[in-house]
């Protein structure tokens, strides 16, 4: 595809549960990030990879979230025993280089 | 504490007018500012740049202005058209390959 695909788009969990999220960035894209959007806010930084590695994971709100990109292309956000407050959309963006960066769709995850 | 900040979270304007949108920083270090456009269920949509060694980026009907010493930028849209409404996200980072920090959104509504 031309653009950057996440699933799933929707994804309901119970309290407690453990999730993931994929991102497939542009082919080619080496630089990957994850950003978390509450309802009403900005985007907010997660973490960032450049190819497989993970330069950047300051925004990471606690050790229950966890990204891998292993390839350097495809990428999994891992949200361990999941909170009522990690409900919000997900969107990961990729970029090649020193450009602007593309969004994928977002997955909202809502947590019961 | 927001570094990004705007703090009109709606707008309306009469189609064929001017909007204009504001975004205020408190960074310093930011080098280079965004404005994302964003369609409800849908990602971020780049829209415009700029880099902080110029005060002005214009892209036919969109144009960005820079105030660095007033740590301000702008975007304008003229003339205004129906599909111009959507949510605008100004944002910023220390350069272009970097995390990128938004604002909260302004929603714009075009008038018929």
């Known amino acids: 595809g031309a653009g950057v695909s996440q699933s799933p788009r929707y994804k309901v969990a119970k309290r407690g549960q453990d999730v993931a999220l994929r991102c497939d960035p542009i082919s080619g894209h080496v630089s990957l990030f994850w950003y978390q959007q509450a309802l009403g806010q900005g985007p907010e930084f997660l973490t960032y990879f450049q190819n497989e590695a993970q330069l950047d994971k300051s925004g990471l709100p606690s050790d229950r979230f966890f990204a891998e990109r292993p390839e350097g292309s495809v990428s999994t956000l891992k949200i361990q025993r999941t909170q009522q407050e990690d409900s919000a959309v997900y969107l990961c963006a990729s970029s090649f280089g020193y450009n602007e960066q593309f969004f994928g769709p977002g997955t909202r995850l809502t947590v019961l | 504490d927001q570094q990004v900040k705007q703090n009109s979270p709606s707008l309306s304007v009469q189609e064929g007018r001017i909007s204009i949108l504001n975004c205020d920083y408190t960074n310093s270090m930011f080098d280079y500012f965004l404005w994302y456009k964003k369609y409800p269920a849908e990602g971020p949509t780049f829209l415009i740049s700029i880099s902080s060694i110029k005060d002005k980026n214009e892209d036919g009907r969109f144009t960005v202005f820079l105030n660095k010493s007033a740590k301000h930028l702008s975007l304008h849209i003229v003339p205004s058209q129906p599909g111009d409404s959507a949510v605008y996200f100004c944002?910023?980072?220390?350069?272009?390959?970097?995390?990128?920090?938004f604002g909260k959104g302004t929603r714009l509504h075009i008038l018929p």
């Open positions: 944002a910023a980072s220390a350069s272009r390959d970097d995390k990128i920090i």
